[in-house]
């Protein structure tokens, strides 16, 4: 059975909420567990724990998924904040995956990202982010809105150099986009994979050698997909792509 760790998003106290008003919650979104179950897949949420215990912990798994959820905080990536602060992300979040990230990376675990986890991740190799796409960038194309949420959908190309090639031979289609942040500056080591073509938005990104660091990442939700069913991209290649990695390493 192959050890799954998931990071975990945060829920911090508040005086409004009946139960744990007083307590800092972890969580994960059921979607995300569902896709990556399976026979021989078991994901587990990574608890917010420090030190040797974290460690210890990290250190059983198989793989890592760092998964999507609140903005990365712009002064993880030493930038101020813009529009007086409107996107502040989750600066606890982003120091606790940053040190996930690093023990990770030490320790060849292999890693892929989803959504704010390829933010993060970019963010770790040195990378900056977009605060705001729309803002920043001026795209033609809406890449997140909240009432439709996991609805939007847009088309992806490939670099011809891509892997993307081998796990969709049949070629790229669209995926769906629940973001508003996204890739500015690529980090050191990282190769870029797809992109949008209506704005050149990095959509995935890999380790420049994958088998020395396998360390892949979508910008996109594959656990979303069955939402927009085949209007985009099948998420179970990618998955695969993922876990036969993940068991060469265990093997």
Not at 152 to 171: D, M, Q, R, W
């Amino acid at each position: 059975m192959l050890k799954i760790g998931i990071t975990p998003c945060f829920f911090y106290p508040d005086k409004n909420r009946d139960a744990y008003s007083k307590k800092s919650l972890t969580y994960t979104e059921n979607d995300l567990m569902n896709y990556f179950s399976g026979p021989d897949i078991m994901p587990i949420l990574i608890p917010d724990i420090k030190g040797k215990a974290l460690m210890g912990f990290l250190n059983e798994l198989d793989g890592i998924v760092f998964q999507g959820g609140n903005d990365v905080c712009p002064t993880s990536y030493g930038e101020e904040m813009i529009e007086d602060g409107r996107w502040p992300g989750d600066l606890y979040r982003d120091q606790f995956e940053l040190e996930v990230m690093d023990f990770a990376f030490f320790n060849k675990i292999p890693v892929l990202g989803v959504c704010r986890g390829h933010q993060l991740i970019n963010v770790y190799f040195k990378g900056k982010l977009y605060q705001d796409i729309a803002l920043q960038t001026k795209s033609p194309i809406i890449h997140r809105e909240g009432e439709a949420y996991d609805q939007i959908f847009h088309e992806v190309a490939f670099y011809p150099e891509s892997v993307l090639n081998e796990i969709y031979p049949k070629g790229p289609m669209a995926i769906n986009s629940v973001h508003h942040q996204g890739v500015k500056v690529l980090g050191e080591n990282l190769v870029a994979e797809a992109y949008c073509p209506q704005d050149d938005i990095i959509e995935a990104y890999r380790y420049k050698d994958l088998k020395e660091h396998f360390i892949y990442s979508v910008q996109w939700h594959p656990e979303f997909s069955h939402t927009l069913g085949n209007k985009i991209l099948d998420p179970a290649p990618l998955l695969d792509y993922f876990i036969k990695n993940v068991s060469k390493r265990r093997k």
